[in-house]
């Protein structure tokens, strides 16, 4: 395919350099500057990687759903693997559909229902901790929520030990991936006549004498231990109770069904990560909005008081919440928990009008999209009602905070179950009032996380 149709972009060598430093800084600024300069659809070289990014919807609709058959994760998620090893979250092909199938089950409404008494103990339990009058960090207590949901409704009952080694060796792992090292590292090695070089940075990196990469690989030996030997117990036990639990049964003797421990490991730790850590960040962003905009606080406090009659929600009363479901949308609208998604091109490509050459890393920029004035009426606005019925209309792939196409996050319904489940119980127990001064700077690595947490205190709730 000719390359005479390229989309534009950035093609001064010191430019893209500013924009290496510019993504270091701030990549939230560097993407709507880039999108302002050269128009929705941007293509650039760097060294010997190339790149499109999109901002248009019809153009990421292409890429996600139309011809998701020529894409494949990007480049970027080869890091991830280390992690992840060969789970949802980077697997491809038959792989991925073979696991994608195995799992759907533990993902059923009828599943969600059956963890929602999980969700709603795990919460209070937290809660009940918590002291009136207590100034408090909400980012760590969703953290902690999340999590704490998560293991036990994917793992069952742990030690209260295993519980604290699961926590810290995750953070651990999370602080890791936050690193930018190996972008530096793909720099570094890219003039060399290396045939792949972003496993080569991958193992380069792994190798540097660094104590952040020994507790990395020391947290990552951790999960692996606990997790596989929880597999063993719960096998043995022969329950039916958790996700895990659903994963051995549903892993049978014949090829189509047959899944190792080692993958069962891969999934569950593809979950533990990707969900708790994204949900909880979600939460976040909303009780800063909720804060600024004691209107819309208000209102959300008169429906879940209306609407949940005991001290916490039933399973049945969560879809009464309208509003509030409304709310949690409007926050990732505006802070989706992935801010971006990525996907590189197996063979040449066409994407709208312009020639994409093979081996292209596509950066699908959630967060701009999700913010822009081609699909959104007052698109920095808190407004809620955009997702009551008969609220504002939008492009299909201009919403699109679980992704989207094949690929859509196979926890979807999860998450919102959860969250509403989380604010509701909140919103019956306490009253909570802001305790930070100025918005949070931006904290983006595999999520978008507020950098100066969310700062409050809790009062008792009025009846």
Not at 133 to 148: F, H, I, W
Not at 158 to 174: K, Y
Not at 344 to 365: G, H
Request: aromatic share 10%; charged share 25%.
């Amino acid at each position: 395919m000719s390359e005479k149709n390229l989309p534009p972009g950035p093609r001064s060598f010191w430019e893209l350099i500013s924009m290496i430093f510019q993504r270091q800084k701030n990549p939230i600024k560097l993407y709507e500057n880039i999108f302002a300069k050269y128009g929705d659809v941007v293509f650039f070289k760097l060294a010997s990687f190339r790149f499109v990014m999109l901002n248009d919807a019809e153009a990421i609709e292409q890429v996600l759903q139309t011809d998701a058959q020529n894409y494949t994760k990007s480049s970027s998620y080869d890091r991830f693997r280390i992690i992840f090893g060969n789970g949802l979250l980077v697997s491809e092909g038959e792989v991925w559909k073979k696991q994608r199938r195995l799992m759907a089950g533990s993902f059923s409404t009828k599943q969600i229902e059956k963890l929602h008494p999980i969700m709603v103990r795990e919460t209070s339990a937290i809660l009940n901790k918590w002291k009136v009058g207590e100034k408090l960090d909400l980012a760590k207590e969703m953290n902690l929520m999340t999590l704490e949901i998560i293991s036990v409704g994917l793992l069952g009952k742990r030690q209260e030990n295993d519980s604290v080694v699961l926590r810290e060796a995750l953070q651990d792992i999370l602080e890791y991936l936050q690193s930018s090292r190996h972008l530096w590292l793909q720099l570094l090695i890219a003039p060399f006549p290396v045939k792949d070089k972003y496993q080569a940075a991958i193992k380069l990196e792994a190798m540097l004498p660094l104590k952040s990469t020994k507790k990395f690989l020391g947290s990552i030996q951790k999960v692996n231990q606990l997790v596989l030997a929880l597999i063993e117990e719960r096998r043995s036990k022969n329950l039916m109770e958790n996700f895990l639990d659903m994963l051995i049964k549903t892993s049978g003797s014949d090829e189509d069904s047959k899944m190792s421990d080692q993958q069962m490991r891969d999934e569950v730790l593809n979950i533990l990560l990707a969900g708790h850590e994204s949900t909880a960040n979600a939460l976040t962003w909303t009780w800063h909005e909720l804060l600024k905009n004691p209107e819309v606080y208000q209102k959300i406090k008169q429906e879940v008081h209306q609407v949940v009659k005991g001290e916490t929600p039933m399973y049945e009363e969560l879809e009464q919440l309208t509003y509030t479901r409304a709310v949690f949308e409007e926050t990732i609208r505006l802070y989706p928990p992935f801010w971006r998604v990525s996907r590189k091109n197996k063979i040449p490509t066409k994407i709208k009008n312009f020639d994409i050459p093979e081996i292209t890393n596509v950066i699908v920029s959630l967060y701009t999209i999700q913010r822009s004035k081609k699909y959104w009426k007052a698109p920095e606005k808190f407004q809620p009602e955009r997702f009551l019925e008969g609220g504002e209309e939008h492009a299909k792939f201009a919403y699109i905070p679980f992704g989207a196409g094949p690929r859509i996050c196979i926890g979807m319904n999860f998450a919102i179950v959860e969250a509403l489940t989380i604010l509701s119980t909140m919103i019956k127990k306490y009253d909570i009032e802001k305790a930070f001064e100025s918005d949070p700077t931006y904290l983006m690595s595999l999520t978008l996380q507020p950098k100066e947490g969310c700062m409050v205190r809790v009062k008792k709730a009025k009846a």
